[in-house]
């Protein structure tokens, strides 16, 4: 076999990897006795605790030093916490697919939020997307719906079961929406040192909410704490660390791509280990938002990035590729959030046409 291919194929096989083990973190949810955020922290910890030994390795602090820090870096890893931690309770409160699902819109409120103020183009292909996403999420969440007795149906009229859960996933696609907006400002930051920051912004993020709602561990028992470090180390150190193989190998566009995986393998969990509902409707709502996130992905990938002022001029135009930050978010997290997270693996953007350099969603 020819030496790239194999390289390449060696490279969507461990990506492949990092997002079924990402798609593993709901499944985990629910074998351990604690609030969302609560487990969302320790994720995180895992994280952090796995980039900087690397950079301990590496030196890799030298350039965390040399980068000039900026608002963006903050409100980024800000985000990235809150779309993880809401991730991770709507996992709780809703089905796995469709907290997977929803937090996958994150992508769209980028797409709508850069359009506004950076003033990028909204072209048709967008348009379609926007649409394919918006119809996608009414049938999930059950606003648009079919039975054989009543045909199609359109209202409010929601399964109060899952309802509460929905919301929270649709919450955390917002979250992630925005993280992915704040990433596209610092392109010229080292892909290692946003990785860093990402994961050090976080789990602040959630551990000042921990301060504020303390968690209730009353029922966390020693199989709950197993289940915990289990999940951190799996989930967080160890998708984290195949991501890392996976960007020397792939192109932003590909990681990000099978990114998407992650939806699939938390559907599969919760219908295998949890016996959860997934009617057809909901199947194809699923199927059209992430048919609306890979079309924004391949039409990002396509366009050559333009730069006009400084990385952090929000009036500035920047056309940039938003497939690594969904990679990092795919890595520390959801998603997805969401996004789902669903969706969070998760940096900055390369230039389009050219091999991600960054070490981490």
């Known amino acids: 076999?020819?030496?790239?291919?194999?390289?390449?194929?060696?490279?969507?096989?461990?990506?492949?990897?990092?997002?079924?083990?990402?798609?593993g973190i709901g499944a985990f949810a629910r074998y351990i006795d604690a609030p969302g955020d609560f487990i969302a922290f320790n994720r995180s910890l895992a994280g952090l605790i796995g980039m900087t030994a690397i950079f301990l390795a590496t030196k890799g602090f030298l350039k965390v030093k040399a980068t000039r820090f900026t608002p963006s870096l903050l409100l980024s890893g800000i985000f990235l916490g809150l779309l993880s931690s809401?991730?991770?309770?709507?996992?709780?409160?809703?089905?796995?697919?469709?907290?997977?699902?929803?937090i996958y819109t994150g992508p769209i409120y980028s797409t709508v939020l850069s359009a506004i103020f950076l003033k990028e183009p909204l072209k048709k292909s967008m348009i379609a997307s926007l649409g394919?996403?918006?119809?996608?999420?009414?049938?999930?969440?059950?606003?648009?719906?079919?039975?054989?007795g009543d045909g199609f149906t359109v209202g409010l009229d929601l399964d109060p079961r899952y309802m509460a859960g929905n919301l929270v996933a649709l919450v955390s696609g917002v979250a992630y929406g925005l993280y992915l907006f704040f990433s596209r400002y610092r392109t010229d930051c080292d892909s290692n040192v946003r990785a860093y920051f990402n994961f050090l912004f976080a789990v602040v993020t959630i551990g000042v909410i921990l301060i504020f709602r303390t968690p209730d561990l009353s029922g966390m028992d020693s199989r709950s704490w197993i289940v915990l470090a289990i999940a951190a180390v799996v989930?967080?150190?160890?998708?984290?660390?195949?991501?890392?193989?996976?960007?020397?190998?792939?192109?932003?566009?590909?990681?990000?791509?099978?990114?998407?995986?992650?939806?699939?393998?938390?559907?599969?969990?919760?219908?295998?280990?949890?016996?959860?509902?997934?009617?057809?409707?909901?199947?194809?709502?699923?199927?059209l938002i992430v048919g609306g996130g890979l079309s924004q992905i391949l039409a990002s990938t396509k366009a050559k990035p333009k730069r006009t002022d400084g990385p952090d001029d929000i009036a500035s135009t920047l056309t940039a590729d938003p497939a690594e930050p969904m990679a990092q978010l795919a890595m520390a997290s959801a998603a997805t959030a969401a996004a789902p997270d669903a969706p969070d693996a998760p940096a900055a953007a390369p230039m389009a046409g050219t091999r991600s350099s960054r070490g981490t969603n």
């Open 1 to 23: 076999m020819n030496p790239t291919k194999a390289l390449k194929l060696k490279g969507f096989g461990i990506m492949f990897l990092s997002s079924s083990l990402m798609g």
């Open 86 to 102: 809401l991730y991770v309770i709507s996992t709780q409160m809703t089905t796995l697919a469709n907290a997977s699902f929803l």
């Open 132 to 148: 394919a996403v918006l119809l996608g999420t009414m049938l999930i969440i059950g606003i648009i719906n079919y039975t054989a």
């Open 235 to 287: 989930t967080g150190y160890a998708a984290f660390y195949f991501l890392t193989m996976a960007t020397r190998i792939l192109f932003a566009g590909e990681l990000a791509v099978i990114s998407y995986q992650e939806t699939i393998m938390a559907t599969v969990l919760g219908l295998v280990l949890f016996a959860e509902p997934l009617t057809g409707m909901q199947a194809l709502g699923g199927v």
